[in-house]
């Protein structure tokens, strides 16, 4: 098996709302593959539909060789979905043994003092998770995944309320959890920095579909663009059409280097100021910006 | 994987130990510290009473023995009394509608079967109601014993191998009535998502036919063992089966007739088979309708 998660036409609505709207994508077995979209694009919704939480429209899903809802190919996986929430009366070693169990594995004491030591809860391991904060519920969560030893686990947003030495520690365990354990990892983020720096392909969704995939590196040095601080930036913009984008106070231009002094040229003679030029690479970012539709157009620069 | 899903519920059930508190230990522990309490403070007033009034008891009076096997038929045919149930249904309420309030069905729904997570809660609860009907009969038990001491009498354990399998019978008749009032609690659960909905609706249910059992049905124009009016309320069906099986199916009737009263008549076997009829169906239909609805179910927020 070398992917572990195919989708085909896969379809959820919600009334009228379209969450899921025929996506078609395939993960393939290994690495780290990060899922990338603007609140609302549809990446819970897709993982609740591969988790058998909820179920499609239509299209149809497969994880690990098997339809979703397939126990047998439930128990090759892990998951953490949003904030994680247990029984508040629990320690988090119960935590650990009860979903043991629930797996058909006896409680391992020292697999379970493990795991928690690995995801940074060692001391806390004997503490009730109702005193938890939101940082410790996600460690809890990446170990409640990894519990029961599968072959792929599907985290959501895993560095969600963490402090920056928190976000350092899950990404070299992720990055472990790939190169070392050789478990395949899924996992949607906001914070795209993390995204570049752990995962190696990734999927940019937007209203239920899929706009863009690929390996990062081919992502991000498929756009070398000049950066300029200029003022005004609005007869830039025009003058620039689809070639421009924003990239906060500065404009980005998408042309060959060639074109990159008569650019400069046709700037001055307009009157617009400029502070600074320079060639950059495209980042994460900046094409998850321009993919989402959520760079700033003329009209709202003329607004400023 | 059936299995799988009894361990983890039982495991998770056992540490919480607030419900299992109020669920399974509280009751028995008010009935046997209750109990004790209760048999001395009447000792102290009734010698006081005496006292009060000159009167010597003859030696040897009231200080013939006292049979053990009372207490434990006592303890079967008493065993899912309205406070019981009401307990109960905390048991039942935290189980069945613990992974909608901590959302912790995400968890395991991919591990298991949806048929096999509510067998395991199912066959957990099941567990906990036999836990608590033995503890009960302790607690009986040991009211028996301080009564006894109490009153310095002695204790015997005088029956036979019929008395016995009676009050087996009316032990595993109190457990079936219990669970069943555990599977209105299951269905709600699961169609609210709720654990008051949990809690109250069987309390509700209940409720409401035993005030119509209390009313008679003659407004209805029925009759008390007529199929609509035993389908409608189990609790009647519960009472005839007792009796069917047991005299001392009805505590109170049984004392009478101890006291040279009459002995309460056992029910034919139309209305046996008319009783055993509605605690199926009460019992099976909640458990199919949850099946049915759960394997549909959005387990998810949205």
Same mark, same amino acid.
């Given at each position: 098996m070398t992917d572990v998660i195919v989708t085909?036409? *896969?379809?959820?609505?919600?009334?009228?709302?379209? !969450? *899921?709207?025929?996506?078609s994508l395939t993960i393939p077995k290994g690495g780290v593959y990060g899922?990338?979209?603007?609140? /609302?694009? /549809? @990446?819970?919704?897709?993982?609740?539909? *591969? *988790?058998?939480?909820?179920?499609?429209?239509?299209g149809s899903a497969s994880v690990m060789g098997g339809?979703?809802?397939?126990?047998?190919?439930?128990?090759?996986?892990?998951?953490m979905i949003e904030t994680p929430r247990y029984p508040p009366y629990m320690t988090a070693r119960q935590v650990l043994e009860w979903l043991s169990l629930a797996h058909g594995l006896k409680p391992d004491a020292a697999r379970v003092t493990g795991w928690l030591d690995r995801v940074g809860l060692a001391e806390a391991a004997d503490r009730r998770v109702r005193g938890f904060s939101v940082g410790m519920l996600q460690r809890l969560g990446v170990a409640a995944a990894l519990i029961t030893g599968p072959e792929l686990i599907i985290l959501d947003e895993p560095t969600s309320g963490m402090d920056p030495p928190g976000i350092q520690e899950m990404r070299a365990l992720i990055r472990s959890l790939a190169d070392t354990d050789g478990i395949t990892v899924v996992l949607a983020s906001h914070q795209l920095l993390e995204v570049q720096r752990v995962c190696d392909r990734v999927a940019i969704m937007n209203k239920g579909k899929l706009v863009r995939e690929g390996l990062v590196r081919d992502l991000t040095a498929s756009g070398e663009r000049l950066r300029l601080s200029l003022t005004p930036m609005a007869p830039a913009? !025009?003058?620039?059409?689809? @070639?421009?984008?924003?990239?906060?106070n500065a404009v980005l231009a998408a042309i060959p280097r060639a074109e990159g002094p008569a650019l400069l040229r046709a700037l001055i003679e307009k009157g617009i100021d400029i502070d600074e030029a320079r060639w950059v690479g495209a980042d994460l970012e900046s094409v998850f910006m321009t993919e989402t539709g959520t760079v700033q157009t003329p009209e709202a620069i003329h607004a400023r | 994987m059936l299995a799988d899903a009894i361990r983890a519920e039982g495991y998770r059930l056992v540490r919480n130990r607030t419900t299992m508190f109020w669920g399974?230990?509280?009751i028995p522990l008010v009935v046997a510290i209750g109990g004790a309490l209760f048999n001395w403070f009447n000792k102290v007033q009734g010698d006081r009473a005496m006292a009060a009034a000159g009167v010597e008891i003859p030696a040897g009076m009231g200080r013939e023995s006292l049979n053990f096997a009372d207490g434990v038929i006592a303890a079967s045919a008493l065993g899912a009394n309205g406070v019981v149930l009401v307990f109960s249904l905390i048991v039942a309420a935290a189980l069945y509608a613990g992974d909608y309030r901590w959302e912790t069905w995400r968890l395991i729904s991919a591990r298991n079967s949806r048929l096999n997570l509510i067998l395991g809660k199912v066959a957990s609860m099941g567990l906990v109601v036999l836990a608590g009907l033995i503890l009960f009969q302790i607690a009986m038990v040991l009211f028996g014993l301080s009564q006894a001491v109490v009153t310095q009498r002695p204790l015997g354990f005088e029956t036979d191998a019929g008395r016995m399998g009676e009050a087996a019978g009316l032990a595993a008749v109190a457990w079936l009535r219990i669970m069943q009032y555990a599977m209105l609690s299951l269905l709600a659960a699961v169609v609210t998502r709720s654990l008051l909905a949990a809690l109250f609706i069987p309390f509700a249910v209940g409720f409401a036919q035993s005030l119509l059992q209390s009313l008679g049905l003659g407004f209805l124009g029925w009759e008390a063992m007529d199929w609509q009016a035993i389908l409608?309320?189990?609790?009647?069906?519960?009472?005839?089966?007792?009796?069917?099986?047991?005299?001392?199916?009805?505590?109170?009737?049984?004392?009478?007739?101890?006291a040279g009263g009459p002995t309460p008549p056992v029910p034919p076997r139309?209305?046996?088979?008319?009783?055993?009829?509605?605690?199926a169906v009460w019992t099976v239909v909640p458990f199919v309708a949850t099946i049915a609805w759960f394997q549909r179910q959005d387990l998810s927020k949205e």
């Open positions: 085909r036409d *896969l379809t959820k609505t919600y009334g009228s709302v379209r !969450a *899921l709207d025929g996506l899922v990338l979209g603007p609140n /609302g694009a /549809g @990446k819970s919704t897709l993982f609740r539909i *591969l *988790l058998g939480l909820i179920k499609p429209t239509s339809h979703v809802g397939d126990v047998s190919a439930g128990r090759r996986m892990g998951s913009m !025009a003058l620039l059409g689809d @070639k421009g984008s924003l990239e906060g | 399974v230990i509280f409608l309320m189990p609790g009647v069906a519960f009472d005839t089966f007792k009796l069917a099986i047991s005299p001392e199916g009805n505590p109170l009737a049984a004392a009478m007739a101890q139309e209305e046996v088979i008319k009783a055993a009829t509605s605690m």
